[in-house]
């Protein structure tokens, strides 16, 4: 009942801005575009925001308009446990397409209101012995069927659900980290302060799907997007990436997709020789990888032309004679 | 409650440090309750500012406060398992460091958690354990064993100073009319008739049989925290029994160098004897050999398996340039120098036995240390990260203060206590300095258990 009535007042306000979202949409191309504009143009609620016009006009509209139509598929929070019925999401990243372009970092950032350093979903140079060749490896939330980090929480604050996904719940979270220390994979981040948000972010209700607005003294961490999944769109990371790295999909309808070809999820894992990252933990990950073989890219390409600070991250292994 | 005169001239020896709380005691209590304010500051800046204020991060998400907790909640764990010893042996010789240990059991078990709430993120949703609990996790484990023991561990300090707050309160002593009232209440209504005797003394055991299970329990379930994780130098089999072994080693340093201060302190030489100095010793000599074959097998096995992860974590503890010399020095000073010491009849006195005893105690914090911060300072990824402070974890100074606020609100509970109860426990004693007096104890001893039967 309650939720109906979230529902309903959230189409409300939906059909009441929908004549000026549209302009906004259409001028924008996505909401995290006019997101991002709201953020440096308003200092407060009801403030006037600028935004260009599909006639390439400047045009100023009240940012209480500016309601994020995306992150409005607020579910209940049974259903935010219970997950999507009928899905099984899983993911297929292929290693040898990923040139470290690093457009999924900030698609994810930008989507969720992260600042810069807070990286849901990195992008490390993997060297797996002395004499390997050094590839590009795109790393989110596992999602493990065996999560280690859902075990060992007291208070049942991240959970599994049934279409597969591993989500947190920050109204809940005591912000122990213990899942941080138990995850093999680093995946986990902490709100170590205040996080900064839109004003209008941060009044809204929260939601363990969007995981908005973040909490100080919670955990966090890649979430699969399950609002976009449930308006039928994919993660941004994966519409993000220029060549395709990121396969989406539903295990039960055996389909994955990066965006511009959609194949069968069990016959690309078998062709392509998918494996799991550090399968002998037992975590049974929901993230495939398919070996970097006939690499798209010299690894140098994401590389080279990395702004110092994020080039530093891999100097070690990129240029081992030189000291840092 | 009648005392036999040994009894009665230990309560009389003791009798003015409970009457009165001197200048030195002020200076004492004041000098901790600054340390407790600084603390008290940092952990507002904590509150206020979030964790950031910490040297805790990303990877390594837990820091100094559950060195802390892990040290000092093992101190209680020892307390009770050596209380509960002794009483249940009835060692006679062992009568007047029982208080002590109980004191050292039950003011640990309260500030020791204080420090786990440090590393808690969201403070205002404590009540989240009890409202969302969920049993699969190693942390309700802990929640549910720590309480339990806080309780178990209370009554059994309660339950050994029955009869002496009868003594206290049939003293007619110089003291405030309140503290009359509060051992009147506490001594509830004991007159040491046959009846109450055997109940205390049924209670008495039934509590030390449970509370040495009890501890070691707790103390395997906090080791539990870790090794339940996947984490190379947690993930490992013996952490249960090493982190039993481990709080054992370092309570009984503890109690040492408690019983060396209050002997000074209170010219407690003829109950604090050379012989209890020797004996002790002779337990921290073989603990440090337990311990010392416990810490062998972890790194013996994991180097010598050398699969990567456990590679990573071992080399760091070893390299020079990491945590090579503090590894040495915490085996060197935490196990080795101790045997020796102890073992060496001419270094087997007390004033030396205490010198390595309280080297011990910093040592095997540093242990914890190294137990806790290099395993999650390596990751099964590379870190690839640019801040130092989340590569690396270096402890800021509200971290310290508040570590320091720890050891100072330990030394003030202990001070408070051992001005309301005698160090020395005086119903209970047992005159073993003369042969005719021990066989008197055993008597006494006897005519006990026949009252039981």
């Known amino acids: 009942m309650v939720q109906e009535e979230i529902n309903d007042k959230s189409r409300r306000s939906f059909l009441k801005t929908a004549a000026v979202a549209t302009v906004v949409t259409a001028a924008c191309g996505s909401a995290a575009c006019s997101c991002s504009s709201a953020k440096t143009d308003t200092a407060a609620e009801g403030g006037k925001v600028r935004l260009l016009s599909p006639d390439g006009e400047i045009v100023e509209i009240d940012s209480a308009y500016l309601n994020h139509q995306e992150h409005m598929a607020i579910v209940s929070k049974l259903e935010q446990r219970q997950g999507i019925a009928g899905k099984r999401f899983v993911m297929v990243v292929d290693l040898a397409l990923c040139k470290n372009a690093r457009k999924c970092i900030t698609a994810c950032q930008k989507w969720h209101y992260r600042p810069e350093e807070t990286e849901w979903l990195s992008v490390k140079l993997m060297k797996d012995s002395e004499k390997a060749a050094p590839y590009w490896f795109p790393k989110q939330c596992f999602h493990c069927d065996n999560p280690p980090c859902v075990k060992v929480c007291p208070v049942d604050a991240t959970f599994k659900r049934q279409d597969g996904l591993v989500l947190i719940d920050n109204d809940r979270c005591i912000g122990c980290k213990f899942c941080m220390a138990a995850c093999p994979y680093s995946t986990r981040v902490f709100n170590w302060d205040e996080p900064e948000m839109p004003i209008d972010i941060r009044n809204l209700k929260y939601s363990a799907e969007t995981g908005l607005p973040a909490k ?34 539903d295990e039960n309808e055996d389909t994955v997709t990066n965006g511009s070809e959609t194949v069968s999820f069990s016959q690309l894992i078998k062709d392509r020789a998918a494996y799991r990252f550090l399968e002998e933990l037992g975590t049974k990950p929901r993230v495939y990888y398919l070996p970097p073989k006939d690499r798209q890219f010299p690894v140098e390409r994401g590389y080279d032309d ?12 990129m240029e081992p004679n030189k000291k840092s | 409650m009648e005392l036999n005169s040994y009894q009665q001239e230990a309560f009389d020896y003791q009798r003015p440090n409970i009457e009165k709380f001197g200048k030195k005691n002020w200076m004492w209590t004041i000098f901790f309750l600054l340390w407790i304010a600084v603390g008290g500051y940092a952990l507002y800046l904590q509150i206020a500012k979030g964790h950031i204020v910490t040297g805790m991060r990303d990877n390594v998400v837990w820091g100094l406060f559950i060195v802390n907790f892990i040290f000092i909640i093992g101190l209680s764990y020892a307390g009770a398992i050596i209380s509960g010893l002794l009483h249940l042996f009835h060692v006679s010789w062992g009568k007047p460091i029982i208080r002590l240990a109980q004191i050292m059991t039950v003011v640990s078990v309260i500030v020791g958690p204080i420090f786990i709430l440090l590393c808690i993120g969201r403070l205002d949703r404590l009540h989240h354990l009890f409202i969302y609990p969920r049993l699969q996790s190693p942390m309700t484990w802990d929640v549910l064993a720590i309480l339990t023991y806080l309780v178990g561990s209370i009554l059994f300090l309660y339950m050994a100073l029955i009869k002496d707050f009868a003594v206290y309160r049939d003293a007619k002593m110089n003291i405030p009319k309140w503290r009359q009232k509060l051992y009147t209440i506490l001594a509830i209504g004991y007159r040491g008739g046959a009846s109450q005797k055997r109940h205390l003394i049924i209670s008495q055991n039934l509590l030390a049989i449970i509370i040495i299970p009890l501890s ?17 130098g947690w993930h490992s089999t013996i952490f249960g029994p090493y982190f039993v072994l481990g709080a054992l080693y370092s309570g009984v340093g503890v109690l040492i160098v408690a019983m060396w201060a209050y002997r000074k302190m209170y010219k407690l030489d003829n109950y604090f004897t050379d012989k209890h100095f020797t004996y002790l010793g002779y337990c921290m000599m073989v603990l440090a050999a337990g311990y010392g074959y416990f810490t062998f097998s972890e790194y013996f096995t994991s180097w010598f398996g050398s699969a990567k992860w456990d590679s990573d974590v071992i080399d760091k503890l070893f390299n020079p340039a990491e945590y090579g010399w503090w590894t040495l020095g915490a085996n060197l000073v935490g196990i080795l120098i101790p045997i020796f010491i102890v073992a060496i009849p001419k270094t087997r006195k007390p004033q ?21 911060v290099p395993t999650l300072e390596t990751p099964a990824l590379p870190m690839q990260d640019t801040r130092m402070e989340y590569v690396k974890y270096a402890a800021t100074w509200p971290e310290w203060a508040l570590t320091f606020a720890g050891i100072a609100s330990f030394l003030l509970l202990f001070t408070i206590i051992s001005k309301f109860v005698t160090v020395i426990p005086v119903s209970e004693l047992v005159d073993t300095s003369h042969h005719h007096h021990a066989e008197h104890a055993i008597e006494e001893d006897k005519k006990d258990k026949i009252q039981l039967a």
């Open chain 2, 352 to 372: 030396w036995i205490t010198l390595v005893a309280f080297l011990m105690i910093i040592a095997l914090w540093i242990k914890r240390y190294l137990i806790i």
């Open chain 1, 306 to 317: 990395l702004p110092g600070n994020i080039k530093d991250r891999f100097k070690d292994i």
């Open chain 2, 216 to 232: 070691i329990m707790v103390s395997s379930i906090l080791s539990w925290v870790f090794g339940m994780t996947l984490r190379p």
């Open chain 1, 216 to 249: 100080v003294g919670t955990v966090e961490k890649c979430d699969f997007c399950p609002d976009r999944s449930r308006e039928g769109l994919l993660p941004p990371c994966v519409e993000a990436c220029p060549n395709g790295v990121f396969y989406f999909g």
